[in-house]
């Protein structure tokens, strides 16, 4: 559908052109990519509020060249007075049913962690960028004093009005004119315009070398005069959010975990996000003939799908904030451990149940099974790039998506991330003071002997490592190029505790697209999958690929959400 992406010096990817342009400005104006991707980000954060917002969170890979991947964990934390008990002893929202709520609500003010993205751009711009906050958030600022509205951002507020209508900040921010904007109307956001503009003159203000002044912009955010405005909107709205838990919240720098595959190392962030289930799962496969199975056959779906499973049980039993829970690290992302849970992949049947492994002396108990099957999550956005130095920036920026709380006057959406923590006691990501909850957010870096290969971010919840990881063997196991892989039919398994609100299980339910053969969903229906064959083009993740070979990058942009990329 999309035509391919190709250059020699720099590519940017994301979501929608003015996210690119941000990125590709800045790389213009001499930046590297590190500078282009935060500039990227907050532009997205203007231009894609129906995704992801400022008070959202992200896990990034940054690899400088010739120097091997480091993580940052720009996701926020539970506020001091969120405990299992408060959520259990709650009242139901105005828009829950008082008979039927999850422990956490999906949205408002007590479904928000402390804001996380913004810190971790500029812990990553300070140590790894070049230039200044100033020069990197022009863009976002840019966007704010006024953008056309995109199709999906429009309709997204026109069918939340009525939620956006009962919260007086998001109604006077998103609704200036008293009514939703219209696809294409210029849409301005001079609160939020506001904020950046009041960062940008504590960099000003500041003294000392590049890096003092940047660390100026994370204290006005995060301890200064916005941290205030926001802590007291939250207050006296009923939010748990103080201005203690946002003084006290800082981004940090993680080590990835990596597995390797084909002889490629794989490198994901870590167990505070789903990210190690594609290295569990390619652990898995990597001991069946893919290539002779073929692609897409119904051999190689049921395959994969059992893997993805296996893995996901895992992920549902032992993942969690390694800072609060001990995590069997070692075992779950080791070789040997794969070839036993191998054993459990039955060829004639689709497993039913989730199976984690049993690791002795870890783990916790199997999250609630409550359902809600028209629970809505939306979600996420992606940002890569690639600069003409051979540096990579690797984003999976989400949270503080529509219908946000916004904070008075600082334009901020408050996150709804708290929801992904369970309720279940001695469970690893089970909800705690301080604590982070355990996201979906998974970019994905390869290397080849410690070179640069390929990166990739999609948005999609739970569905993020499933559609990579279907992408990524596209790429290595069949040779296809990042547009080509982005474009091949994919499968969604729901076989997993979901990560929000209700956390639903639904065992066996596999999700085809409509383009897979009839006589493929027929076969793996007898083979025990619920099977439901869905849009041609309807599965929820949308990766941005950038592939370098040979000197020349390669883009992948998924049609699926509208994905741009753009490079030279």
């Not at 539970?78 to 008979?99: I, L």
């Not at 006589?519 to 229906?525: N, T």
Request: proline residues 8%; neutral net charge.
């Amino acid at each position: 559908m999309f035509p391919p992406v190709r250059g020699m010096r720099e590519m940017v990817g994301a979501a929608n052109n003015q996210e690119v342009e941000a990125g590709y400005r800045i790389l213009q104006l001499g930046g590297n990519a590190v500078d282009a991707g935060v500039a990227a980000t907050f532009a997205a954060a203007v231009t894609e509020q129906s995704r992801f917002g400022m008070g959202g969170e992200m896990p990034l890979i940054i690899k400088m060249a010739g120097k091997p991947p480091i993580v940052i964990s720009g996701v926020g934390v539970a506020p001091a007075k969120a405990t299992v008990e408060f959520y259990q002893k709650r009242s139901a929202d105005p828009f829950e049913d008082p008979a039927h709520k999850p422990l956490v609500p999906a949205q408002g003010v007590l479904a928000a962690i402390t804001p996380g993205v913004v810190d971790g751009l500029l812990l990553a711009l300070q140590d790894y960028g070049t230039m200044s906050f100033a020069q990197v958030i022009q863009p976002a600022i840019d966007n704010a004093d006024g953008f056309p509205i995109a199709e999906e951002f429009a309709g997204m507020l026109m069918g939340f009005r009525r939620t956006l209508d009962t919260w007086p900040a998001s109604k006077a921010f998103f609704y200036p004119n008293g009514a939703p904007p219209l696809r294409g109307e210029i849409v301005r956001m001079p609160a939020l315009a506001k904020t950046l503009r009041e960062m940008a003159a504590a960099e000003k203000k500041a003294r000392g070398d590049r890096k003092k002044k940047i660390q100026a912009v994370r204290d006005i955010f995060g301890r200064g005069s916005i941290a205030k405005r926001f802590a007291a909107f939250s207050e006296a709205n009923g939010g748990l959010i103080s201005y203690d838990d946002l003084a006290k919240f800082k981004a940090e720098t993680d080590q990835p975990r990596t597995g390797t595959f084909r002889g490629y190392e794989i490198h994901k962030p870590g167990f505070w996000t789903q990210g190690p289930v594609m290295i569990q799962a390619l652990n898995i496969l990597e001991g069946y003939d893919l290539k002779k199975m073929g692609h897409n056959s119904p051999e190689y779906l049921h395959t994969v799908v059992e893997a993805v499973k296996l893995a996901f049980a895992d992920r549902d039993r032992y993942y969690g904030d390694p800072k609060f829970s001990k995590i069997p690290e070692a075992t779950l992302l080791s070789k040997e451990y794969a070839a036993e849970r191998r054993k459990q992949i039955d060829p004639q049947s689709a497993s039913l149940e989730s199976r984690p492994g049993h690791i002795e002396g870890s783990g916790g108990a199997i999250h609630p099974t409550q359902v809600d099957p028209n629970a809505p999550i939306h979600d996420t956005t992606c940002v890569n790039v690639v600069d003409s130095k051979g540096n990579a920036f690797n984003a999976t920026p989400s949270g503080a998506w529509l219908p946000s709380v916004i904070a008075g006057d600082t334009g901020l959406p408050f996150s709804s991330r708290l929801q992904s923590f369970v309720g279940t006691p001695g469970h690893p990501n089970q909800l705690a003071p301080g604590k982070r909850p355990r996201v979906t957010l998974s970019p994905t870096m390869v290397t080849k002997d410690g070179e640069f290969f390929f990166e990739m971010s999609t948005p999609g919840g739970d569905n993020q490592d499933q559609a990579l990881l279907q992408v990524l063997l596209n790429i290595i196991e069949f040779g296809m190029t990042p547009q080509e892989a982005v474009e091949a039919p994919r499968f969604q398994t729901e076989h997993f505790f979901a990560s929000f609100a209700f956390h639903e299980f639904t065992p066996g339910k596999l999700n085809l697209e409509g383009r897979f053969p009839k006589a493929v969903g027929e076969q793996l229906e007898r083979l025990g999958h619920k099977v439901t064959m869905t849009g041609d083009w309807s599965n929820s993740s949308a990766p941005t690929v950038i592939l370098k070979k040979d000197g020349v990058l390669h883009g992948g942009a998924d049609p699926r959400r509208a994905r741009f990329i753009f490079g030279r």
